[in-house]
């Protein structure tokens, strides 16, 4: 159970952002979390429910997460391959039984951030 660290990263870079920008609070932040990061999204958004009632700033804030499919691509024949659901993801190009490379889906990052 790591989203409790995340969680803090988050806010932290959150604080930055407000200092940088002279803001009072944070209203809403979206994320983007990638379905091959590891990151179980219902835990992170309890954990930063949990800690939006410790800072000041972000008590009001909305968290939008959003779900990143994974994106592979083949390096033999280039074809590119959307995966919604990782447990039944198949590594392998289904013409040429070769491994894929992820492009996407492995992300965690701050997509917008909004204050005043
Ligand atoms: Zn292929």
Do not use: W
């Not at 920008?21 to 983007?32: A, M, P, Q, Y």
């Amino acid at each position: 159970m790591h989203e409790g660290g995340i969680a803090q990263s988050i806010v932290e870079i959150l604080a930055e952002v407000k200092e940088q920008n002279e803001l009072s609070c944070i209203t809403s932040v979206t994320l983007k979390v990638g379905k091959m990061s590891g990151v179980m999204i219902y835990a992170l958004e309890f954990a930063l429910e949990a800690i939006k009632c410790e800072e000041e700033f972000i008590k009001n804030t909305k968290f939008n997460i959003i779900s990143v499919d994974v994106k592979a691509k083949c390096s033999l024949c280039g074809r590119e391959y959307q995966f919604a659901d990782t447990d039944e993801m198949n590594l392998l190009c289904p013409d040429c039984q070769m491994p894929l490379s992820i492009i996407n889906g492995k992300e965690l990052e701050i997509v917008d951030v909004e204050g005043k």
